[in-house]
């Protein structure tokens, strides 16, 4: 089993910048590959970025590339997303998971562990 939790979300100003982490127990999750996800109230959860195992492939949703960055520190056993240019619309609880399916990697069913999210508020 490998636990998650999400840290580091907060209320900021459009136009700033956030890094949430997620912190994983359990198990190393060198072996697995990581992802970032978001609900804002009323609509479905939604890719926000994903790393692959190794570190070597990252994948982005179209309305966050450019501004978002993922990121993994195997040492740390943490994965984190860095967030510039923060807009309104990207106000929602942010959600790390992880997984070893064969399910692509944008999709919810590509993983197996979720954290518990963190919430994200941008004033604008």
């Known amino acids: 089993q490998v636990q998650l939790v999400e840290s580091g979300g907060g209320l900021v100003q459009a136009g700033g910048s956030l890094r949430v982490s997620c912190a994983a127990s359990?198990?190393?999750?060198?072996?697995?590959?990581v992802g970032w996800f978001r609900q804002a109230p009323g609509k479905e959860r939604e890719f926000v970025a994903a790393?692959?195992?190794?570190?070597?492939?990252?994948y982005y949703a179209d309305s966050v590339n450019g501004r978002f960055t993922i990121a993994r520190d195997n040492a740390k056993n943490t994965v984190y997303l860095q967030m510039n240019s923060l807009k309104p619309e990207d106000t929602a609880v942010y959600y790390c998971?992880?997984?070893?399916?064969?399910?692509?990697?944008?999709?919810?069913?590509?993983?197996?562990?979720w954290g518990q999210g963190t919430q994200v508020t941008v004033s604008s």
């Open positions: 359990g198990r190393t999750i060198s072996t697995y590959n």
């Open positions: 790393i692959t195992w190794s570190g070597g492939i990252t």
């Open positions: 998971a992880a997984g070893r399916t064969l399910l692509p990697v944008t999709t919810i069913s590509g993983y197996n562990y």
